[in-house]
């Protein structure tokens, strides 16, 4: 395979782009905005359905309303398609919406596999993405050769759906350990306690987590993580996983708590900036350290 498709050059599918690009592949992408195919090193095409003589086509966009408009809205992806095209959807998506569109896709055939990644900005820029993969197993045998280029490990999950609620599944406890480390954290900073020395008895203890490894670092430097989730994504994941627990007629309340923390922060002001950012909104906007 020589060419691949892409829709959504944002924060991971930018940085996709450019490890499919350096794997020796002409990408040919679709953003809302042609400046950010251009900065990914890809070729712009003017709408979704001019991806469709392409073998395969990654999505990675910001929720399922936007994966649902590139596929069946309006110059969409869907209705060009060729039977046989294989569409591999990165985002972080609503499982039941991702198992309409399957079988809409499938209807068409059209192998629709959804395929979370997981591993940030800095994993996507290294090609090194764990991808949490759902579909029928002849495409999710045919999506794993493309996925390759961009990804460290990729774990069949299941069925179609699955891939994705599994991804909601790993970032509802993404966002909940942000949130109960920040809470914990200003509680013992405001106390007294030196946030670094802290933050240093809580990672070598039972207390931590990949947020107070890899988050807290540069929370208590006073550092951003370049092209890291934001906050309003954050909050956005974890409303896929209330969904996906009420559908499942599983218990919520701690996802409910952490989902109203997300929900303030989005509303005092801080939905485009990083995930991070939560720790200063529990607080009032004061930094940490």
């Known amino acids: 395979m020589g060419s691949i498709g892409l829709i959504g050059c944002g ?9 499919l690009g350096r794997a020796g592949l002409r990408v040919r992408a679709f953003d809302l905005d042609p ?3 251009r900065a990914a090193g890809a070729e712009p095409v003017a ?4 991806l469709a003589d392409e073998p395969a086509v990654l999505l990675s966009l910001p929720a399922s309303a936007q994966v649902e408009a590139a596929l069946e809205g309006p110059d969409g992806l869907l209705a060009a398609a060729p039977p046989g095209l294989l569409v591999i959807d990165l985002t972080t998506a609503d ?3 991702t198992m309409a569109l399957q079988a809409r896709a499938a209807a068409r055939g059209v192998a629709l596999v959804d395929a979370g990644v997981t591993g940030g900005a800095a994993a996507a820029e290294r090609g090194e993405l764990v991808v949490l993969v759902g579909g029928e197993p002849a495409d999710v045998e045919r999506a ?12 069949v999950m299941g069925g179609p759906g699955a891939g994705h609620a599994a991804k909601a599944v790993n970032n509802v406890l993404n966002a909940v350990t942000l949130a109960a480390t920040g809470e914990a954290m200003l509680a013992g900073v405001r106390w007294g306690l030196d946030p670094a020395r802290l933050l240093a008895a809580i990672n070598a203890g039972s207390g931590r987590s990949w947020a107070s490894e890899h988050r807290f670092p540069r929370i208590v430097a006073g550092e951003d993580m370049p092209g890291g989730l934001s906050v309003a994504l954050m909050a956005k994941d974890v409303e896929v996983f209330l969904r996906l ?7 919520r309340e701690l996802a409910e708590a952490c989902a109203d923390v997300y929900r303030r922060a989005v509303a005092d002001g801080y939905g485009d900036e990083v995930a991070n950012a939560v720790v200063r909104a529990l607080d009032g906007g004061r930094p940490l350290a």
């Open 245 to 251: 627990a009420e559908e499942a007629g599983t218990p």
């Open 144 to 155: 794993l050769p493309v996925l390759a280029p961009i990804s460290r490990e990729a774990l």
């Open 47 to 50: 709408r979704p359905a001019d």
């Open 11 to 19: 924060q991971i599918g930018g940085r996709i782009a450019g490890v």
């Open 35 to 37: 400046e950010r195919v």
């Open 95 to 97: 499982p039941a919406s």
